[in-house]
């Protein structure tokens, strides 16, 4: 009956490539090490934000990078706690 509904969403799903998930851990790594410089930059964390949303959904769909899924979310943790303190 909802076959037709089905198929949308079906073709819809997007499959992430590996390199998506590569070049979102370099930008990671660049972005942590200018976070590491200057932690009171708002832009880069701001910017750090972002790409770990990105890297959650990436990565949790990529077998080679899913276990960095929960360091992921240590660090968003720690860094909104970084945020938080300097308001």
């Known amino acids: 009956m909802f076959s037709w509904l089905m198929k949308g969403f079906k073709t819809r799903k997007v499959q992430q490539s590996p390199l998506d998930a590569e070049s979102i851990a370099m930008e990671l790594t660049q972005l942590e090490s200018a976070f590491?410089?200057?932690?009171?930059?708002?832009s880069i964390q701001k910017e750090m934000i972002i790409?770990?949303?990105q890297a959650i959904k990436v990565f949790s769909s990529d077998k080679k990078y899913s276990h960095y899924v929960d360091?992921?979310?240590i660090k968003v943790d720690k860094l909104r706690?970084?945020?938080r303190q300097n308001i």
């Open 36 to 42: 590491e410089k200057m932690p009171m930059d708002k």
């Open 51 to 53: 790409k770990y949303s």
């Open 71 to 73: 360091d992921i979310f």
């Open 81 to 83: 706690n970084t945020i």
